[in-house]
């Protein structure tokens, strides 16, 4: 048996007597430097998702961020735009090394290319997203978060400052620090909505 480090050795006599059974000396066990858990980790990691080619998918993401409290970044793009072949590495890249700070108002970062002139019909079109979030230009950066999975918390069209690391990386952190747009209090104000906020 181990605990916190140590071996208890036990006596192994019948069931006779209680102090038997006890623990007679603890003897000190070298401390692994990796350990392990069957139990998952309850932190938040930022993530980057597969790319969306059906907008089931896309909802699913939503809601997932929502429930965690995630900041959802969806680049929408098109097999014709270029300047998104580049975008969006650097935008993974940026979003997979980023560190949590102390001013961050949400838990994680995630990030999804939105794939507009996805072939795939079978579960609705995708050109329908872009209609339903205003997408007018190529690339388009739509900031996802709050308790409400359509708030939208920002927009970015400007390729130029989607291009520079720097600008980007001083953007999302700014979007990290913005938080929850939703009112604390629901629209009724009434006792749940004061419980769960």
């Known amino acids: 048996m181990r605990h916190q480090g140590y071996r208890l050795a036990t006596a192994t006599v019948g069931p006779a007597s209680l102090k038997q059974n006890l623990p007679r000396r603890l003897s000190p066990v070298a401390i692994r430097s990796s350990q392990f858990s069957t139990s998952s980790s309850f932190s938040v990691h930022n993530r980057v998702y597969d790319s969306i080619r059906i907008p089931p998918t896309f909802h699913d993401y939503l809601r997932t961020c929502s429930a965690s409290n995630t900041l959802f970044l969806a680049l929408f793009t098109s097999s014709a735009c270029t300047p998104c072949r580049t975008i969006n590495p650097l935008l993974e890249d940026l979003i997979r090394s980023r560190r949590p700070l102390p001013e961050d108002k949400f838990s994680a970062l995630a990030l999804a290319e939105v794939e507009l002139d996805s072939p ?65 209090q629901g629209a009724g104000g009434g006792l749940l909505s004061r419980l769960f906020g």
């Open 120 to 184: 795939d019909d079978s579960n609705g079109r995708m050109t329908d997203l872009g209609v339903m979030w205003g997408v007018t230009s190529m690339p388009t950066l739509i900031g996802f978060g709050g308790r409400r999975a359509d708030r939208i918390t920002e927009r970015l069209t400007d390729t130029r400052m989607m291009s520079d690391r720097t600008r980007m990386e001083q953007w999302i952190n700014e979007q990290m620090q913005k938080g929850d747009p939703s009112p604390s």
